[in-house]
């Protein structure tokens, strides 16, 4: 049961118009740049993203953002993206912020089948209260605002309920795989990328190093969340953005 697609752009080319896609990556690190790259090639639009943050001005998912193909994203942090920014606040994309522990375990949840948990995290603010502007229209008022959402109280403290996440797809990069969709990530990749592959019904693996088994006492993705898997050139293995320079004398 052989994973392994001849290239990245055969690997996407049932991305369509309208989809849902999790992406891994955490800031510059793990970030599937080379799927991310095939889909901005294939073109679809009205994509809605599933991220921790989009990508950065000219990388990652801010290559999408730019050429206005995603319609929505949620995530955790804007951050320093400032095309993300500005079609944000001139509403020409939809974005739902959700604090990062909170998107990490909605990820998993939908990955494990649970449709649904309660959290204390967002209680007492507008994350729960609802109100959050989730679009702004192009005078700058609230088009869309978040709903608010159900509270409970559990052993006397009042806690959120929040929904799981799955998508069609998943993007997700790792340090190494086989061809059964085994993974194993690098450091701080492991943060999003393997909740992610979870969460996606149809999950892709760019991977930098393709071995013909993986040692099970490694592996951190086991290969029946993935469905298929592109070996990364050399080239495109080492090819990593940094995100601030620090210079000392």
Known sequence: M???VASAAAAVADVRDGASLAVG?????GVPNVLIEAVRVAGPRELSVVSNNCGVDGGGLGLLLEAGMIARVTGSYIGENKT????????????ELVPQGTLAERLRAGGC????????A???????????????AADGTVAVASPAKEIRAFDGVDHVLERGITTDFALVRALRGDPYGNLVFAKASRNF???????GRTTIAEVE???????????QLPGVFVQRVVALTPEQAAAKGIEKRTVRA
């Open 2 to 4: 052989g994973k392994v």
């Open 25 to 29: 990556g955490f800031g510059l690190s």
């Open 84 to 95: 993300f920014a500005r079609k944000y606040l001139a509403g020409e994309v939809e974005v």
């Open 113 to 120: 089948g649970i449709p649904a948990f309660y959290t204390p």
């Open 122 to 136: 967002g209680v007492g603010t507008a994350v729960a209260e609802g109100g959050m502007p989730w679009r702004y």
């Open 193 to 199: 990328n393997p909740l992610a592959a979870m969460a």
């Open 209 to 219: 190093e393709l071995v013909d088994a993986l040692d099970p006492e490694e592996v």
